[in-house]
């Protein structure tokens, strides 16, 4: 072997043993007392929020706090004296995470008067992880279209048709997607449009951050082409023409609690570049150290490190959604953390049909919180694969962005609108969202519906002369009630209690009568057994009537 060759082998050789050593070093979270004497201020958050941060808090009345500060410099400063590696921090929970050079360093550095908590998230001897994180390989369902191609059931069961095609596709809307690695983003025909716009605005890896994003784990280009796909007439994302940010916080080849702190940075980086929406297709339950794992009671939406973490990064004005997990054929069955998070959207899958996916994990929250919250099409979805070709997965992780991207576009058609409305709106619209369940949650959502929902809410008024809001027009096997419920000054009586919806024929013969209670929504359906036509819908209740013309029915 040539001399050169040898001396770059054996550079190679040591460059290795170093990094082997550096990562079988433990890694350990230090919680911290205060951000006492620190140097930022509330008042100056340009110092550590971007201006597109700064502006998604003040479009929603969301105050600058303290939890936004950064973490106090001169603790770092002090931990990394004992020998520590600073791996990354977390202002909202006021914390660091640090590899350590041994376990003995972290009771020294438990001693710190301004150290609260010091716990052990990776021991040094970790090793590759038995668990199946991600999602299954499928196979393509016959397809007749000659837009969305393979992607025309996961946009179409939304009904996102109704969106594109009046131009709301995400565009100004900026995603974060955490995720293992974003493998050939970079060259993939999916993301052409992505690159040549613009579009990926950054990228940045939690977990190597001297690694190629673009050369890592597989799972996070599929996710991002679920949502950011722009292929017609073969695969078109739900928000193809949104804006995002890649950032990997899972480590794919073993499972600790570390990932979930290297999550919550990965949200607060969201955060501080002015995100709207995070899609997490992960979460967390057990781990390849047994003594780790989560218990069930842990997954009440506000007890994991990582759904504390999501739950925050709610409260900061974004959307959360999380994939709900692929464990009910599993011993854990159950949704795993951050989607039990009691502020996140956990969203579970379905197949072409809407049917429940088996693999889908099921609610509620160990406290007995509505979970999932919704559903979205997760088994055998399409999806860019790594040879450029289109293919099919399933998993929840593709059910999640499929509707992250979907609320991207529908944020998109109304900008102004906080994040609680937005989320609101997808829950109302959904399709169990009278009688949700374990399985789906709301249900399915229905951005037609949902648009709906968001252009009546703050319209209807007694003031209007029409309490209620009937749709869509025309209908076909059904119609949709909605109202403010907004009770008359001084009334003694609910409004909303006892209303009776009745529908007749222009001649006046009653076809059907029902009753409702509440301001709704409501849907009335079994609608499609009447002819095409015109019909009165008349809504009753202690305040009077009032009278709709509806049109439709069951087309010739």
Known sequence: MPKAICKIFLQALIALSCCHSLHAQPVYRVDFTDKAQSPYSVDRPAEFLSQRSIQRRERQGIAIDETDLPVNRNYIDAVVKTGGIPLHTSRWLNALTVRLPHDSTAAEIAKLSFVRNVELTKPAAGSKSAFNKFGTPGRLNPIDTSRYGASVYQVGMLNGQALHQRGFTGKGILIAVLDAGFYRVDELPAFDSLRIDGRIEGTRDLVNPSANIYAEHTHGMMVLSCMGANLPGRLIGTAPHASYWLIRTEDGSSEYPVEEDTWIAGAELADSIGADIINSSLGYSEFDLATMNHRWADMDGKTTRVARGANMAAAKGMLVFSSAGNEARKPWRRIISPADGDSVIAVAAVNKESQWAPFSSVGPSSDGDVKPDLAAMGQNTAIQNTDGQIAA???????????????????????????????????????????????????????????????????????????????????????TLLSPGIAPAGSGADPMAGITVEIFSMTGRKLMSTQVTGPGPHRIGGLDALPFGMWILRISGSEGSEVHKIMGGKRP
């Open 393 to 479: 997965n399933s998993g929840t992780s593709f059910a999640s962005p499929v509707l992250a991207g979907m609320a991207a576009s529908l944020w998109q058609a109304f900008p102004d609108a906080p994040a609680w409305k937005i989320k609101k709106a997808l829950l109302q619209s959904g399709s169990l969202f009278l009688n949700p369940d374990s399985l789906l949650g709301y249900g399915i959502p229905d951005m037609e519906t949902a648009v709906t929902f968001l252009a009546l809410w703050g319209k209807l008024s007694p003031e209007t002369g029409r309490r209620w809001a009937v749709f869509p027009r025309p209908f076909r096997e059904s119609v």
